[in-house]
């Protein structure tokens, strides 16, 4: 779990050898491969434009506010 | 603005966008629709730019951003006073609509058969088996506790190998008594 490295370690318990990754010792191995196949798709779609478009206005709203308050 | 200030929106607008697919991908669980999920996640992306400040560097945005998420999607249910357990008749509307948002063929099923699933089991078992959260993480996200989120889990593996009738393959064995197991242990 790669992405799992800035979190707080005190928030594990002891269900950590065992329990962390379901996927890899839960037996219902077909159920969980089709999840993460369903699911791994859609983040392979990538992020549409629109988001992108929206970030980049918020950021330049924030900007513009920014600038008119430092006058 | 200071340069450190410049550098903390650049940082936050880089973590936001690294964690947009993994949040999306949950949204379109969430709602079974593709443009329901969009609209979802636009609604999310203002609220947590909004509220930045209150987000701690350092800490993990993505179970953040989950969190909002997640709140957002059931207010906006609550609003269209919609039953959150009626998840038949979510099923009905979603695929009545656009069918060809469904995605890959062969996925089409397993998408039907979470989307029959309630929707407290649905984000349960998205959130630990997909969306890569631990079980304590997933409990902080849904505020519940951890036991709560792990039988959440169970019942919809279980749920999920009746609906998908899994069988023959290598499915059976000995998952087979596990899930039968699991049910006793949960009475679902």
Known sequence: MSDEENRNPNDMTVLQSSEVKPGAVQPNASISRKLREFYDAVQEEGIPDRFLDLLERLEQAEKNAKSVNAK | MSQEEEIDDRGFKRDLLSSLPNLRAFAVSLTGRHDKADDLVQDTIMKAWANQSSFTAGTNMRAWLFTILRNEF????????????????????????????????DLQDF???????????????????????AYEEAAAICGCAVGTIKSRVSRARTRLQELLGVSGESDYGPD?????????????
């Open chain 2, 74 to 105: 059931y207010s906006q249910m609550r609003k269209r006073g919609r039953e959150v357990q009626d998840s038949d008749g979510l099923f009905s509307e979603r695929f009545s609509v656009h069918p060809e948002q469904y995605g890959r063929l």
């Open chain 2, 176 to 188: 087979a008594g596990d899930a039968a197991i699991t049910a006793r242990a949960f009475g679902s």
């Open chain 2, 111 to 133: 998408r039907k058969a979470l989307d029959k699933l309630p929707d407290d089991q649905r984000e349960a078992i998205v959130l630990v088996g997909a969306a890569g959260f």
